[in-house]
Nanobody, 124 residues
């Protein structure tokens, strides 16, 4: 199982950025996916999740209305489109695969495979 995230970078507050995560080594369309982030000195936190088909999504309150998660099962890729970025969005962003053996969750322990992380820096 491999998850390869890309698309991070630096942007000014109010700007937009898109992240991608391409999966390999398993049947991507059979698994829910999620995005998490970890800011310096803070714990990893849930950002967004999407079910296996893409029909259902949910978001952390801090990003609701600004971030959009989507997926393309034909391309084994999950996306995170981020708009109206704020300095507090600065973090390393991780994509993750949800365990198939537990109910759909926003808890990090429910995810069993992680990408390498991509840094997003938002300046004021």
């Amino acid at each position: 199982v491999q998850l390869q995230a890309s698309g991070g970078g630096s942007v000014q507050a109010g700007g937009s950025l898109g992240l991608s995560c391409t999966a390999s080594g398993y049947t991507f369309s059979s698994y829910h996916m999620g995005w998490f982030r970890q800011a310096p000195g803070k714990e990893r936190e849930f950002v967004a999740r999407i079910n296996w088909s893409g029909a259902s999504t949910s978001y952390a309150d801090s990003v609701k209305g600004r971030f959009t998660i989507s997926r393309d099962n034909a391309k084994n890729t999950v996306f995170l489109q981020m708009t109206s970025l704020k300095p507090e969005d600065t973090a390393v962003y991780y994509c993750a695969r949800h365990r198939s053996s537990v109910g759909w969750s926003t808890s990090a322990w429910s995810y069993d495979a992680w990408g390498q992380g991509t840094l997003v820096t938002v300046s004021s």
